[in-house]
Structure formats: C-alpha cells, structure tokens
C-alpha cells in the first residue's frame, strides 16, 4: 500500500507544481521519485528490506486482505514502475509543443501505474476492478489526447467503446463470482470446493476470462488493437504495447490460477487462443507497412505466447517465467519506441520508408532496434530468446505426463516455434531498409532522452538474457 501512496503523491505533485510553475522539475523529480520506488520494491521482494528496516518486510494482508503482498506483486511491481520512467522520460521531447500540458501527461502515467500495480497486488476482486478501471481510463485520455487530429480522436473512441464493452463482461464476470461465492476475498474462493460450486461460477469466470482477453488483445479479441495503436500518439501506443498489455497478463495470470476454474476444456481453450493469437498476429503483421500497426499485430502473438505460461505443473516455475517473458518483452518494446519516437517523432508517418538509410545516418539507434526486433523474434543472444525457451521446457516439463498429453503439448510447442519463424520476416522488413536502402528524408539528431532510454532499455534486456537467474530467482 505504501508503494501505492508514495506514487500517487508523485502524481499529485505534478499538478502542485504546474500551479507554481515548476513545470521543468516536473519529469526530473518524477523519475527520481519513481527510481526510489522502484528501489524499495527491489529491497522489498528480494528480502533485504527485512534484514535492514525490521517491520519492513512481507505484509500478507493488508486493508482487509485487499492488497496482498508477495513476490509476484512485487516483481511485477517493480516492473511497471521501470517501465513508466521511462515512459515518463521520453514525454518532454513528445510533448515539447504542448509543455503547459506536461504535468497533465505525466500524472497520468502515474495514476495509471497506481492501476496497474493494483492489478497485480489485489487480494480482492472488487480492488482489482478498481485497478483495472483506473489503468484504462488514463489509457482512454491519452489515446485521444490530441484532439485536433482526426485519428486521435478515432483511437480515443474506439479504444473507449471496446474498453468498455469488456469491462462490461469483467463486471458481470465479479457479479456472477460473488453471487456463487459471497465474497470477494480471492484467498477465501480459492479455499472453496470447486465440486460444489454453482454453475454461475464457472459462467463468472468465462466472462471475466472473456474481458481479460480483449484487455491483451487476444484472437479473436484483438479487433480493436491495429487501429488504435496506429492512431494513439505514439507514446501512448508505447503504454499500451509495454505496461498496460504486460499489466493485464499479469492479473490474468493472477486470477485463472486463483480461482482454478474445473471446467472442461477451459485449459484447451486457452492453448487454441493462444495458438490463434501467435499464427494470426504474425501473419497479418507480414502484410503491414506502418510500423506501429505491425508492432500491434506483434503484441497480439506475443500475448499469445505469454499465454503458454498457464500451462503451469508448478505455479511458481509457470510465475517465473511469465515475469522473465514480460519483461524481455517489455524491455525491447521500450527501446524499439525510443527509436521509432527518435525518428518518425509525432509526425504521424511510422511507414516503413522513414527507417530506410537508418544504419547510415543513425548506426547506434539502428542497432538497438536490431536488437530489440531480434529480441522480439526470438534470437539469441537476447532475452526474447531465453524468454520463449523457458517456456517451451515449462511446456515439455508438462508433456512427460502421459503420451496423449506429450503429443498435444509438442504439437503446441511446433506451432509456437512456426509462429517465431514467421515474425522474422517482418521485423526484417524494417532492418533490411534500415541497411540496405538509401534514405528518403533528411533525418535529425535524436533527441538525448529517446537515445538514452533505447540504450538503457537494450542493454537491460541483454543483461537478463546473460544472467536470467537473476530475474527468475526473483520470485522462485
């Protein structure tokens, strides 16, 4: 609760100090801020906090168990608050032509933090509501916070109505939970018999499965996606792409395993989901031209893959792994829109022809998006790579248990391993102009925060690619 305090009141300073005109304070205190934070939580989930500041250490239930503090909400925690510095970071140059607006931009990715982190450390189904509500308002603000621009205004909409529409299926979701239940409380329905549950359970958990799904975009869930991506500003197309599709993973994740639905054929709908959201995202993206709306499709078979992780023998292996995956995503997410935000600006032309001469007239930001794209596809020496890998031996871990099970699981695995190959020939599109074409505009120098924030970004996720115990020790 009290990382939820702390950034909050970051937030709330923001809008303090554009009342007394402090605006170039403003992101410098905020990252400074959100790097304390993000300390803390590192002192926090790897047990130091303890040993240093007694009484400092894992608070089970708080607030009536409506925050429940442990290891995979801190990391997560954590996460999302590295993730929004950088958001933060690369705001001034975004928004240089909007600075009276700038502390208006930066609270929101605070406050949408707060939602996010809620999403994640909830112990209470109505606290997660709160959270995920809280995440997409702010979404809903910065998709149409342009309101002179035509697909703006079109993103803001679309994203609100489809937004809605599956919080719609999320609420009812709770309702029918709670009406088969009594509470909210998800330790206490995780204690209860699945045998004697009403059917309105099983039906809540579906429809709150069903909301969680268009939350991440996944097929046949993802129709929304491409155009507003394409049409947010691309910053908030970074959020959305980054924390809020890793956000909502991870309190999918949260809920299917707490409330262990037994149903027939939920897991076998969950892997024809995700294999649909890997072979769909990536063979539409092949199609595309516009970089954002390929990065959409992309973050549609990367929630696919993410999905692998519910196949889960041991939660805390299956934990492990969706938080390395995410953040290897995340990371390379981040650094591939520093670069696209350095070159294509708000500009509103994210083609593929604006990245062409790029390895001549920028090398190293071609090169992080190298990176980040291999990353991306898989490719060794990446965390993307050993992202993927971890959870095709959670998957073959799995398979051992009986050869009806292993010939269904290696049939998902080859399917995975097909849609990988796949998304090489897109993200090559955009590296081959890179390095083979001749430049068609005139380009500028990068601004020095969407370079430093593409350096940081890239070289964290090769760091977790060299020592992966690291982040997976973190939670197992």
């Known amino acids: 609760m009290e990382i939820l305090i702390a950034i909050t009141g970051l937030g709330i300073l923001c809008l303090i100090a554009e009342i007394f005109n402090l605006r170039k304070a403003i992101v410098p205190v905020t990252v400074t801020g ?12 790897t047990g130091v906090s303890a040993e240093l500041f007694p009484g400092f250490g894992f608070d089970e239930k708080q607030f009536y168990n409506m925050f429940v503090t442990t290891k995979y909400g801190l990391a997560f925690s954590g996460l999302f608050i590295l993730l929004t510095a950088f958001l ?3 705001t001034p140059d975004f928004q240089k032509e909007h600075k009276p607006k700038i502390s208006d931009f930066v609270a929101i990715k605070l406050f949408l933090l707060t939602g996010a982190i809620a999403m994640v450390t909830f112990g ?9 509500e809280v995440l997409s308002i702010a979404l809903y603000v910065l998709a149409a916070s342009e309101p002179k621009n035509v697909k703006s205004n079109e993103a803001g909409m679309k994203y609100f109505l489809m937004g809605a529409f599956a919080s719609g299926f999320i609420l009812f979701g709770i309702t029918l939970i709670y009406g088969a239940t009594g509470s909210f409380d998800i330790q206490f329905i995780n204690s209860l018999d699945r045998d004697t549950m009403p059917a309105w359970f099983s039906m809540g958990t579906i429809l709150l499965s069903i909301g969680l799904m268009f939350k991440i975009a996944a097929v046949p869930f993802h129709f929304w996606a491409p155009d507003v991506y394409e049409g947010s500003p691309a910053l908030t197309t970074a959020t959305m792409s980054t924390l809020a599709k890793v956000a909502a993973m991870a309190a999918f994740f949260k809920l299917v395993v707490t409330l262990n639905p037994h149903l027939p054929g939920f897991l076998t709908t969950i892997n024809v989901v995700a294999v649909l959201s890997m072979i ?10 516009n970089v954002k709306r390929m990065l959409a499709f992309s973050g549609i078979s990367h929630a696919g893959y993410m999905m ?5 023998m041991s939660v805390t292996a299956a934990e492990s792994n969706l938080f390395y995956y995410a953040t290897a995503y995340a990371l390379a997410g981040i650094a591939a829109f520093a670069v696209l935000l350095a070159v294509c600006g708000n500009k509103g032309n994210e083609e593929i022809y604006s990245f062409n001469g790029l390895g001549k007239t920028h090398p190293l930001l071609s090169a992080i998006l190298t990176g980040s794209f291999l990353s991306m596809a898989g490719i060794p020496i990446f965390a993307g790579f050993f992202g993927k890998f971890f959870l095709f031996a959670q998957l073959l871990d799995k398979g051992t248990l009986s050869s009806q099970s292993n010939t269904a699981t290696l049939t998902l695995i080859v399917l995975a391993v097909i849609s990988s190959i796949i998304s090489v020939g ?8 890179m390095y083979t074409k001749e430049a068609t505009e005139k380009t500028e120098p990068a601004p020095i925060a969407y370079s430093t924030v593409a350096i940081i970004a890239i070289v964290l996720n090769i ?3 060299l ?4 982040l997976l020790s973190l939670i197992g």
Do not use: E, R, W
């Open 124 to 132: 209470n189904l109505s606290m997660f509501f709160l959270g995920i």
């Open 280 to 289: 769909v995202g990536n063979l539409i993206a092949l199609k595309q031209t």
């Open 426 to 433: 897109y993200y090559f599109k955009v590296i081959l102009a």
């Open 308 to 312: 692998l992780s519910f196949q889960f």
């Open 34 to 45: 959100l790097l304390a934070v993000f300390v803390y939580v590192g002192l926090k989930v």
């Open 88 to 90: 933060v970071t690369l």
């Open 467 to 470: 020592y992966p115990d690291a």
């Open 463 to 465: 760091a977790i690619a």
